[in-house]
């Protein structure tokens, strides 16, 4: 179970709208003024995710509280999100690469790029239909684990 910790700022029935602070993946280095990553969190600081969870605790609004996701389905959005477009892009240009080799297509890197695109909006699209289709599985959703200790 992936834990963060957050803030409720509504309640609903069974679920809760909590707040979290969003974390960069560095911070502490030594590169931190020469690095991407760490100019980008400098501006993209003090923001806030909000998100929809069960409220299992019936805890309330105002509250600290720890909120936990399944490991195996935050790796299975992780690749659906980010590889399977990634793999389609690169699957499709070789298929218009081979497509217009086999037709004898002058401009065959025309021909690549297009099927490139093609195969990353089908991903897109494929990725948008299969998450809607499954958001209201348990297995998807975050859930409020317990208070937290620390306030």
Same mark, same amino acid.
Request: with cysteine; aromatic share 8%; net charge positive.
């Given at each position: 179970?992936?834990? %963060?910790?957050?803030?409720?700022?509504? =309640?609903?029935?069974?679920?809760?709208?909590?707040?979290?602070?969003?974390?960069?993946? =560095?911070?502490?280095?030594?590169?931190?003024?020469?690095?991407?990553?760490?100019?980008?969190?400098?501006? &993209?600081?003090?923001?806030?995710?909000?998100?929809?969870?069960?409220?299992?605790?019936?805890?309330?609004?105002?509250?600290?509280?720890?909120? *936990?996701?399944?490991?195996?389905?935050?790796?299975? *959005?992780? &690749?659906?999100?980010?590889?399977?477009?990634?793999?389609?892009?690169?699957?499709?240009?070789?298929?218009?690469?081979?497509?217009?080799?086999?037709?004898?297509?002058?401009?065959? %890197?025309?021909?690549?790029?297009? &099927?490139?695109?093609?195969?990353?909006?089908?991903?897109?699209?494929?990725?948008?239909?299969?998450?809607?289709?499954?958001?209201?599985?348990?297995?998807?959703?975050?859930?409020?684990?317990?208070?937290? %200790?620390?306030?």
């Amino acid at each position: 179970m992936i834990e %963060e910790r957050a803030r409720i700022i509504s =309640c609903s029935d069974d679920y809760a709208v909590v707040e979290t602070q969003r974390k960069t993946s =560095c911070g502490a280095c030594s590169m931190n003024k020469a690095c991407g990553t760490g100019v980008l969190a400098k501006v &993209f600081k003090d923001k806030v995710a909000q998100l929809k969870v069960k409220n299992t605790i019936q805890a309330k609004v105002g509250e600290e509280v720890i909120v *936990g996701v399944e490991e195996s389905a935050m790796l299975r *959005g992780s &690749f659906l999100v980010y590889m399977l477009p990634l793999l389609m892009l690169i699957l499709f240009a070789l298929l218009g690469e081979e497509i217009a080799r086999q037709l004898l297509i002058g401009h065959v %890197e025309l021909v690549s790029i297009s &099927f490139a695109l093609l195969g990353l909006f089908v991903a897109l699209w494929w990725v948008r239909r299969h998450t809607s289709n499954n958001a209201g599985q348990n297995r998807y959703q975050a859930v409020i684990l317990r208070r937290s %200790e620390y306030i």
